[in-house]
């Protein structure tokens, strides 16, 4: 969850979402996203919305403590019941993200999925995540997660180099992440993915090929690898500000992509969107595709943000305001916009364009459709998904994806 919220208009004091939101909703997927915004420590690149206890210490009280977090984010799950009224779609995917949502007991997220569970139910085939830090889990604390009915874990391992987990202000020991793989499939996860950054600072190629050899040879069935983006205000952008560490550039992150693709590839790992590798279909995740295909989801916890039937809101961003909302009976939304048409049409583009069938042709418009042929003179979309009349990524498309998508749009 990003830390800046943006501007918009009020939500109403009882969440209530207009008609129009509800209209076709039994056709489109629903989604439950759990935010948890407790961390050990802040790690010197992140700009999510996180909290030390050292930074809610004085600043909330009671009602921003994580003792009592899993029965305050209920409350909201409680409120979407009632703002969705009889909808009776069961919940599709649940994803449990922070923060560091294992600072919690295991006890705590699985009474959060249950929440889910009693007030909506789940799809017979739901696809339940939560992401974990390393040193937060044991194999006492997967099997809990697992009998509770969690089936998918994403473990943030970033790097196997110390000198750059470091620069990271990741505090895991390097190899905890591949051992903690091998804990969730002994408590019978059946999707494991691991989460890797490249671009750090003092990175090198070798260092980049290293991660990815060890996090291969952990045995996920899936692989997220992003690019390292240095937000304005986090303790790395300061650093770099200072000249302590050098920045890295477009073209180092370009050609440690390649790298990754040509190892995730030959590892037998697929990509299906830009920054995400799956050894099979099933192993995708379902719920980042919801958000990529604009689908429904309700997005409960500070700073959370949802979306339903083209009404995108947000929470306040503080825990114990969050709270304090919640135990007033009022939505804990902090602004909300109603999409139009047209920024329906432009945010599917920028989001499916990023996965691998792409984007319908027909979703452009004239100006767009001349770009996209030019794009494809390029050898940036791939001829045989104007074939099937699709505008979809080749590999050069996908290093400069960004630039595709802004011509795509017009």
């Known amino acids: 969850m990003p830390s800046a919220l943006p501007d ?26 759990l935010h948890v915004p407790y961390c050990a420590t802040r790690c010197g690149y992140c700009d999510f919305n996180t909290y030390t206890a050292t930074e809610l210490r004085g600043s ?22 009632k703002v969705l009224g009889d909808d009776p779609r069961p919940v599709r995917t649940v994803f449990v993200g922070g923060g560091t949502p294992t600072l919690l007991a295991a006890g705590d997220l699985v009474r959060m999925l249950d929440a889910v569970r009693q007030e909506f ?7 339940v995540t939560t992401e ?38 990741r505090t895991h020991t390097p190899g905890r992440p591949e051992q903690c793989v091998a804990e969730a499939r002994a408590a019978g996860f059946e999707h494991v993915n691991l989460d890797l950054i490249y671009g750090t600072p003092g990175e090198s190629d070798d260092d ?40 890295t550039d477009d073209d180092v992150h370009a050609d440690r992509y390649l790298i990754a693709e040509e190892m995730l590839t030959a590892a037998g790992l697929d990509w299906y969107e830009v920054s995400n590798w799956a050894a099979s279909d099933a192993a995708r995740c379902l719920h980042n595709e919801l958000y990529w295909r604009g689908a429904d989801w309700w997005g409960a916890g500070p700073g959370a943000h949802s979306h339903v039937g083209g009404v995108r809101w947000w929470n306040v961003k503080h825990p114990g305001a969050y709270a304090a909302a919640l135990a007033e009976g009022r939505s804990p ?13 432009v ?22 459709r001349a770009a996209a042929d030019r794009a494809l003179a390029d050898g940036l979309l791939r001829p045989e998904s104007f074939t099937a009349g699709r505008a979809a990524l080749t ?16």
């Open 8 to 33: 918009g208009e009020p939500v109403p004091a009882d969440g209530a979402l207009p008609a129009s939101a509800l209209e076709g909703a039994p056709e489109r997927p629903l989604g439950f996203y």
């Open 60 to 81: 909330g009280g009671v009602l921003a403590s994580r003792d009592n977090y899993a029965d305050t984010l209920a409350e909201e799950v409680r409120l979407a019941r």
């Open 121 to 127: 139910g789940l799809a017979e085939d739901a696809e």
């Open 132 to 169: 974990a830090n390393p040193e937060t889990v044991d194999p006492a604390y997967l099997a809990e997660l697992r009998e509770g009915g969690y089936n998918r874990i994403s473990f943030g391992m970033q790097s196997a180099r110390p000198h750059v987990l470091r620069i990271l202000d």
């Open 208 to 247: 980049w090929r290293a991660s990815l050899e060890a996090a291969l040879g952990a045995g996920p069935d899936h692989v997220s690898a992003y690019a390292l983006i240095v937000e304005e205000g986090t303790g790395l952008a300061r650093r770099i500000k200072r000249g302590e560490v050098p920045m």
């Open 333 to 345: 939304g902090a602004g909300r916009e109603l999409l139009s048409v047209e920024d329906r049409r």
């Open 347 to 368: 945010e599917r583009i920028l989001l499916e364009l990023r996965l691998v069938d792409g984007v319908p042709l027909d979703l452009l418009l004239p100006a767009g």
């Open 395 to 410: 590999l050069r498309g996908r290093l400069l994806a960004d630039a595709v998508v802004r011509d795509l749009v017009d």
